[in-house]
């Protein structure tokens, strides 16, 4: 009995005492630069000739009034895009996040 009494506080002690979000390493665009939680950025291949950055678009084929598209441009930087993780932090952390972006009336296509 004592031996499961030690096991279950060590274990208690094991997870309380190194949560994986203490260690997590914050994510850095391609400069290096720490990517701050809820701000703003344009999200962009990673070698220049793919294409251009990611923007909505009307493709006239959706069922949604409009579509996430990559722009064929590699000049074109795309639209600013939101990115924020759950957890409350400076920075983002390695983790689950939510992309969104601010609601900008496109013009008559």
Do not use: C, H
Not at 11 to 28: E, G, H, I, M, R
Not at 68 to 94: H, K, N, Y
């Amino acid at each position: 009995m004592a031996s499961a009494t030690l096991f279950a506080i060590f274990l208690l002690s094991a997870l309380t005492f190194y949560p994986p979000s203490t260690t997590a390493q914050p994510v850095t665009d391609a400069n290096g630069n720490i990517v701050t939680n809820g701000g703003r950025f344009f999200i962009l291949p990673r070698y220049f000739g793919t294409g251009g950055g990611i923007e909505r678009a009307r493709t006239g084929d959706e069922k949604s009034p409009l579509s996430v598209v990559q722009s064929p441009f590699e000049t074109d930087l795309g639209q600013p895009w939101i990115i924020r993780s759950m957890f409350r932090s400076g920075f983002l952390p390695e983790g689950r996040v939510s992309i969104s972006y601010e609601y900008v009336q496109l013009g008559e296509v």
